[in-house]
Structure formats: C-alpha cells, structure tokens
C-alpha cells in the first residue's frame, strides 16, 4: 500500500521559513518524480514545485521561484520543499503528489492529474 505523508506545516508569520517533508513508503521511491501542489479555499490545486527521480532535474511555479527549493532524499524515501521569504498569498494546504518516470522538463510534470499518488496534506498558513 502506497504512502505519502506529509508533515513541516504550520503557522508562520509573513517573511519567514517552514519545511515540509514528504515520506513515501510501499513504492520504489528512487523511480518517481515527486511534486508538491498546493490548494488555497475556493481555489484549484495548482503546482508549485517537482523534482525527477534521481533529483538532478527540478521545476518551479513562477510564483515561488527564488523563495522555495524542493530536494529530495532516496535513502530516506522522502521529498522536502524548503519555503522562505513566505507570503500571505502562500496560505494553503500543501500536498506531495508522485508520478513514476515522469519528465519534470515536460509541461505534463505541471500537470496534477500526471501523478497518481497524493498525500493527505498539510496546512501552511502565513499571517500578514
């Protein structure tokens, strides 16, 4: 049975920092491309940021290039997403997503429906 649990979430004020972790288990983690996505209330779930397998290879949204790094570690079966300089706007609940062999070059890698396993989310709440 796959896995994906995240954890890192919280409140933090305007300008500072927090780190999500994403720990994977029942899937051979080094073949996955993993992402992170997150929804605000009354908004889509978009992209925000992926990392291929082997981590060589990583993409962002525009809207948190600069402020955010995704990495990954295989020996711990794990994704983080290391998010500073955190806005009001950032306010979201953040999920990890995998998606075997998939292409983080590819426009398809910005695509949720491209990953076949989620998380159940953790809540980032950044006041102003």
């Known amino acids: 049975q796959v896995q994906l649990v995240e954890s890192g979430g919280g409140l933090v004020q305007a300008g500072g920092s927090l780190r999500l972790s994403c720990a994977a288990s029942g899937l051979t983690f080094r073949s996955y491309t993993m992402g992170w996505f997150r929804q605000a209330p009354g908004k889509e779930r978009e992209f925000v940021a992926a990392?291929?397998?082997?981590?060589?290879?990583?993409k962002y949204a525009d809207s948190v290039k600069g402020r955010f790094t995704i990495s990954r570690d295989n020996a711990k079966d794990t994704v983080y997403l290391q998010m500073n300089s955190l806005k009001p706007e950032d306010t979201a609940v953040y999920y990890c997503?995998?998606?075997?062999?998939?292409?983080?070059?590819?426009?398809?890698?910005?695509?949720?429906?491209?990953?076949?396993?989620w998380g159940q989310g953790t809540q980032v709440t950044v006041s102003s």
């Open positions: 997503a995998g998606a075997m062999w998939l292409a983080v070059t590819a426009i398809r890698a910005l695509n949720l429906n491209e990953y076949r396993y």
């Open positions: 990392i291929s397998w082997g981590g060589d290879n990583k």
